[in-house]
């Protein structure tokens, strides 16, 4: 029973650093909250003043589930980085060290990662009053979970990337690499119905496209495959990633 | 015994850290680890603290292996690293705070051992600022305090006071001797400073190349191959004779001045004095450590740091 305390109080400890590192910084606080206004004004009106309405929606409110989950992408697979700069400067020696299993290490950095990102996910949420979508309470909490899970798996994701790389520059490179894709084909910025579809095969090996496609459902009611099979396939996804990051934690 | 390594190697590709070493520690002791950059030193720590993995031997830390009871071990012991590892963008109180979540001291106390450890090292005033804001001294200062919060066993110490002025240097070895007394902790400390394992320590490795040359308390140490200096001035002197006495390790003349290493000299200077006769002038200094690191391994430990130094420059690439 002790054992169990000790863990949890692990967790806590490792997330509640990240949480207040997150807040005293204030480039990032700062960030999470332009990034999000960029995209879903900028972006969201600017193609929407010519493209025409996308399942009887207006192109902005099309694309606002599409841009809450890249905001969380993108924030979630980041976060990362930072765990790589912990290691240079030899933040993480002491958490390491302690008498706790590197899985609630992994857990306590990967919540903190996610509370980061839902931060955003939550300023996201907010500004769907400005543009006018269909957002009821209900909607509201479907999505936040959603998002939640969308957080932890690329949090996971960006955390195994960052637990095996010795620079931040590396970190970039190879991060780039996975997350461009990623979001490309998971159908946030266009309609499914508009890709060729030679390019099918790949959105279906996209993890963050059962994402979307159940943001979409959740908020539009417009879905490709039923709500519990996009929720299942991220589920699996995320526990795998989270099983990798577990190793590669206990590998550092 | 609350330390003991059997055979404890550690190999990084061909060159060899830590060579088949054999230490026993006793319960209360401060125990120093004596040698160059290069040395070993915190890769043995390393391997203690169940940081590192050994590539053969075995070891045990409060009775507990060091490889199949990494999480006891974890348990019974504190650590200061060699380089700092205080959260910089955390308060100290909030370093603290976050490490008696890590170690599991109880809620009960962890308040009161949060003020008991500040104001053993007199940081009270600051303990609610930043760590970076802090000097070197009090970083170094706040990491002792971390270590010793949760009541350990035993202590680790990688060159507590590495890269601090020589004043503030000292005001750490206070606190250290403090720390030791009042927690009654074992404690194993590395150090390439002569006088830092002199000053701290009950008993001293010296270690070279990943191996122990010497092991003894400083005084023995010193008493064994180096003893005291004395310098004579002397018109005609009998070296025959004070050759022979048992006490007198060496004598030569240079420079028309007498120079003995004898044992113990507060002992026996008065005797030494009735047999040389009338004398002009008498200069009497302790051997030091560095004649003890010169007389085993060749080198003054201060050329054998530049060589290490050069060699970590070159392996940190
Ligand atoms: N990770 C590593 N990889 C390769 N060689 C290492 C590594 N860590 C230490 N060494 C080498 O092992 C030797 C002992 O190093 P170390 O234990 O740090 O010595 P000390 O602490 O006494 O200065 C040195 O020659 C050093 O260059
Ligand atoms: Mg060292």
Redesign the interface.
């Known amino acids: 029973m002790?054992e169990i305390?000790?863990e949890l109080?692990?967790i806590?400890?490792v997330w509640?650093?990240e949480v207040?590192?997150y807040m005293?910084?204030k480039e990032r606080l700062g960030s999470s909250v332009i990034s999000p206004i960029l995209w879903i004004f900028v972006v969201g009106s600017g193609i929407g003043s010519f493209a025409n309405k996308i399942e009887g929606y207006p192109y902005q409110i099309f694309v606002y589930p599409g841009i809450a989950a890249m905001t969380v992408l993108f924030a979630s697979m980041f976060y990362g980085v930072y765990i790589i700069w912990d290691r240079k400067?030899?933040?993480l020696?002491?958490?390491?060290?302690?008498?706790?299993?590197r899985a609630s290490v992994f857990a306590g950095k990967m919540l903190g990662g996610a509370t980061d990102a839902m931060v955003q996910a939550v300023f996201v949420l907010i500004l769907s009053v400005f543009i006018k979508a269909p957002l009821t309470p209900l909607i509201i909490i479907e999505a936040f979970f959603m998002l939640f899970l969308i957080s932890i798996a690329m949090v996971s994701v960006g955390l195994v990337i960052g637990a095996n790389l010795k620079s931040p520059e590396g970190f970039s490179l190879v991060i780039n690499f996975v997350t461009w894709p990623m979001f490309f084909f998971s159908g946030a910025l266009f309609p499914l119905s508009t890709l060729s579809s030679g390019l099918k095969p790949l959105i279906i090996i996209d993890p963050l496209f059962y994402g979307v496609d159940a943001l979409h459902g959740i908020i539009l009611g417009i879905n490709y495959f039923p709500i519990y099979i996009d929720v299942a396939v991220m589920l699996f996804f995320t526990v795998v990633a989270m099983g990798l990051g577990v190793l590669s934690f206990r590998r550092m | 015994m609350v330390i003991r390594t059997e055979a404890l190697s550690k190999k990084y590709g061909k060159l060899t850290a830590v060579n088949s070493l054999n230490l026993h520690v006793e319960e209360g002791e401060v125990f120093g680890l004596l040698g160059p950059n290069g040395a070993g030193k915190t890769t043995l720590i390393s391997m203690l603290?169940?940081?590192l993995k050994p590539t053969s031997g075995k070891a045990w830390v409060n009775g507990f292996d060091i490889v199949r009871e990494s999480?006891k071990v974890?348990?019974s012991i504190g650590?200061v690293?060699q380089?700092?590892?205080?959260?910089?963008?955390?308060t100290g109180r909030?370093n603290l705070a976050?490490?008696n979540?890590?170690?599991?001291v109880q809620k009960s106390v962890r308040k009161e051992r949060i003020d008991e450890v500040l104001s053993l090292v007199n940081l009270e005033k600051r303990a609610d600022d930043l760590v970076n804001t802090y000097s070197g001294g009090m970083r170094r200062r706040l990491e002792l305090a971390?270590g010793i919060m949760h009541h350990p066993k035993i202590l680790f110490l990688d060159e507590p006071t590495l890269g601090l002025d020589p004043q503030t240097r000292e005001h750490i070895w206070e606190y250290i001797v403090n720390l030791a007394e009042k927690m009654s902790t074992t404690v194993m400390l590395t150090t390439h400073y002569m006088e830092e394992a002199e000053q701290l320590c009950d008993r001293i490795a010296i270690i070279d190349y990943g191996r122990i040359v010497a092991l003894d308390s400083p005084q023995e140490l010193k008493n064994k191959v180096a003893g005291d200096v004395v310098k004579i001035k002397q018109k005609n002197p009998d070296m025959e004779k004070i050759r022979n006495l048992d006490y007198v390790m060496k004598a030569e003349e240079k420079d028309g001045l007498l120079y003995l290493s004898i044992k113990d000299a507060s002992k026996h200077l008065q005797d030494l004095l009735t047999h040389t006769g009338a004398i002009d002038f008498v200069e009497v200094r302790g051997g030091t450590l560095n004649d003890v690191f010169l007389y085993y391994t060749g080198r003054e430990i201060r050329e054998a740091e530049a060589e290490g130094g050069f060699w970590e420059r070159v392996m940190k690439r």
């Open positions: 002790s305390m000790n109080e692990g806590y400890a509640l650093r207040k590192i005293r910084e400067l030899d933040f020696k002491e958490v390491l060290v302690a008498p706790v299993s | 603290c169940t940081i999480s974890r348990k650590i690293f380089q700092p590892s205080v959260d910089d963008l955390l909030e976050m490490h979540l890590l170690f599991g971390r």
